[in-house]
C-alpha cells in the first residue's frame, strides 16, 4: 500500500535586525506557531545580520554553511564544545545546536538568531519585521544589510512572498520590492517611506496592503493582522479563525482591502459557546445543520445559543450559515460557474434561493 506523500513543510523567515521590536516580530510568529500546533506544515527561522545561506543568485554561502564552527574557531565544526546550564554554546551555537548570533532588540531583550538561511521555496514567506526607526541624537537606523536586501529580491523573483511590519517597509524598499507598488507603514514613518521611495505609493490608515506578492502592514501591533490575512489566502478564512480565537484577539477588517470572508468578520467575540457552534458551521455549511445539533456542541440549549449566537454576531445561526453559503455562491459566479451549479454547489436546493438572498439588504 503507498502512503500519501505528507504535506510539505513550508517556512517563515524573519530576518532578525538590531534594534527590532519584540512585537513586529513575536505577533507574526505567533500566528504561524499557532496555525503549526493546528496542523499547518510551518517551520520559523530567524536568520540574523550577515547570516550565510542561500545567496541571491540560488547557490549556498558555501565555507560557512559546510562548516559553521569554523566562523567560530571551533574545530570540531557546528559542534558545540561545551554549554552553558542554558543550553547556549560559547562557540556561537545554540539551544537547538544550529550555529547563531545575538540580536539586541529595542526593548533591551537579546535574542539567538540563526547564523545560517534555510534553503526557501516559492511557497515560503519572509516577514521583515521593523525596528526603532530613530532615537534623539542618532542617525536613522540603517536597515538590512546587503545580502538581506538581496535575498528579499530573489525570493519574489523566484514567485515568493516578502512581508514587512512596521519599520520594515524600510528593508522592502532597499530590496527594490516597493519601487511602483502600494504599501504602508507605521504613520510616524509615511513621510519617510514616501521621500526615500518616490516611485512608491504609501497608503494611509490601512492595517496592510497587498501588491503583487508585496505585503506591508502598519504598525506594531499590525503584524498580527498581516500574519491572519497570509494565513487565509493560504489555508482559508476559517484557518485564519481558528488561529485567532486560540490567540484570543479580534480579526479586524482592513479599509484599504476587499470586506473579509464573513467567517473572520464575526469571529470578534470571545463566547466559547458561540465560537464552538461557528466551527461546526464553517466546517459543514453545505449542509443541513439542524439547531439541534449546534447547540448540543456548543454544550447549550437550542434558546441559549440563539440567543447567544445574535448578542455576539449580530445574526442567528441560520443566517450566519446563509452567509456563508451566499458568499461561497459569489465566488463560484466569479469564476463562471452558472446560477444553478453554483446554488446547488453552496448548499441551496435551487438557485431561486440564491437569488432571492442576493437581492436581500
Known amino acids: 500500500m503507498t502512503l500519501p506523500n505528507p504535506r510539505p513543510v513550508r517556512r517563515v523567515v524573519f530576518p532578525l535586525v538590531p534594534g527590532l521590536h519584540l512585537l513586529d516580530l513575536a505577533g507574526p510568529a505567533q500566528v504561524f506557531s499557532t496555525a503549526a500546533d493546528q496542523g499547518h506544515p510551518y517551520r520559523l527561522h530567524h536568520p540574523g545580520p550577515h547570516a550565510t545561506g542561500p545567496n541571491a543568485t540560488g547557490t549556498r554561502d558555501t565555507d560557512h554553511a559546510r562548516n559553521p564552527g569554523r566562523a567560530t574557531g571551533d574545530p570540531r565544526g557546528g559542534r558545540a564544545a561545551a554549554h552553558d546550564p542554558h543550553g547556549n554554546d560559547p562557540h556561537g551555537n ?188 464553517d466546517a459543514h455549511y453545505t449542509r443541513p445543520l439542524p439547531l439541534a445539533d449546534l447547540a448540543a456542541a456548543a454544550g447549550v440549549s437550542p434558546r441559549t445559543l440563539t440567543r447567544r449566537f445574535t448578542a455576539a454576531t449580530g445574526l442567528t445561526p441560520l443566517r450566519y450559515q446563509q452567509n456563508l453559503r451566499l458568499e461561497h455562491a459569489r465566488h463560484l459566479i466569479g469564476q463562471g460557474a452558472t446560477h444553478d451549479t453554483a446554488a446547488r454547489a453552496a448548499g441551496f436546493t435551487d438557485a431561486r434561493m440564491l437569488r432571492r438572498l442576493r437581492t436581500r439588504p
Open 94 to 281: 545554540g539551544p537547538d545546536g544550529r550555529p547563531h548570533t545575538t540580536v539586541p532588540t529595542a526593548q533591551g531583550l537579546t535574542l539567538h538568531a540563526d547564523a545560517t538561511w534555510p534553503d526557501l521555496t516559492p511557497d515560503d514567506l519572509i516577514i521583515v519585521p521593523g525596528w526603532r526607526h530613530r532615537r534623539p541624537g542618532r542617525p536613522p537606523h540603517p536597515g538590512v544589510d546587503a545580502a538581506t536586501a538581496a535575498r528579499l529580491a530573489a525570493h519574489h523573483a523566484a514567485g515568493g512572498t516578502v512581508a514587512s511590519v512596521c519599520a520594515g517597509a524600510f528593508a522592502l524598499g532597499q530590496a527594490g520590492l516597493l519601487d511602483g507598488r502600494r504599501c504602508t507603514t507605521h504613520h510616524a514613518l509615511h513621510t519617510q517611506l514616501a521621500a526615500r521611495h518616490p516611485t512608491a505609493t504609501v497608503v494611509p490608515d490601512v492595517l496592510y496592503v497587498t501588491d503583487d506578492r508585496v505585503v506591508t502592514s502598519a504598525g506594531i501591533a499590525s503584524g498580527i493582522d498581516l500574519a491572519l490575512h497570509l494565513l487565509a489566502v493560504r489555508h482559508g478564512p476559517a484557518a485564519a479563525a481558528r488561529a485567532a480565537r486560540d490567540m484570543v484577539v479580534h480579526t479586524r477588517r482592513n479599509g484599504d482591502q476587499p470586506q473579509d470572508s464573513a467567517m473572520l468578520r464575526h469571529r470578534a467575540h470571545l463566547s466559547d459557546a458561540v465560537h464552538r457552534a461557528q466551527d461546526l458551521i
